[in-house]
């Protein structure tokens, strides 16, 4: 079983900047390297994509339109932990930020499964 932790949320004002980290681990997972992404819920909403990142070589990276420009998602060299630096924060990002992995790389192996960690709450006050 894969277990996502989240930490680095916090309250900030507008035009602040937070760096939220997500690190994976699982029994038989110790060389796995994950795809992972970012998802967020505001108060009263349905949760929506921030970011993602791809394990392998290319490193693929996609942004919800909010999040293009402001912030910024990267891996360490592992590939077991995720940052999204978020900058020029606004109200509006108010959220718990939550980390999700759809699958991970163990050699020539992909496998695939849906974890989610338990969110980091977001707070910026105008």
């Known amino acids: 079983q894969v277990r996502l932790v989240e930490s680095g949320g916090g309250s900030v004002q507008a035009g602040g900047s937070l760096r939220l980290s997500c690190v994976a681990s699982g029994d038989g997972y110790d060389d796995c390297r994950y795809d992972m992404s970012w998802y967020r819920r505001a108060p009263g909403k349905e949760r929506e994509f921030v970011s993602s990142i791809a394990s392998d070589p290319l490193g693929t990276i996609t942004y919800a339109d909010f999040a293009k420009g402001r912030f910024t998602i990267s891996q360490d060299n592992t590939k077991q932990r995720v940052y999204l630096e978020m900058d020029n924060l606004r109200s509006d990002d108010t959220a718990m930020y939550y980390c999700?992995?759809?699958?991970?790389?163990?050699?020539?192996?992909?496998?695939?499964?849906?974890?989610w960690g338990q969110g980091t709450q977001v707070t910026v006050s105008s």
């Open positions: 999700r992995a759809v699958g991970c790389r163990d050699g020539t192996v992909i496998r695939v499964f849906n974890a």
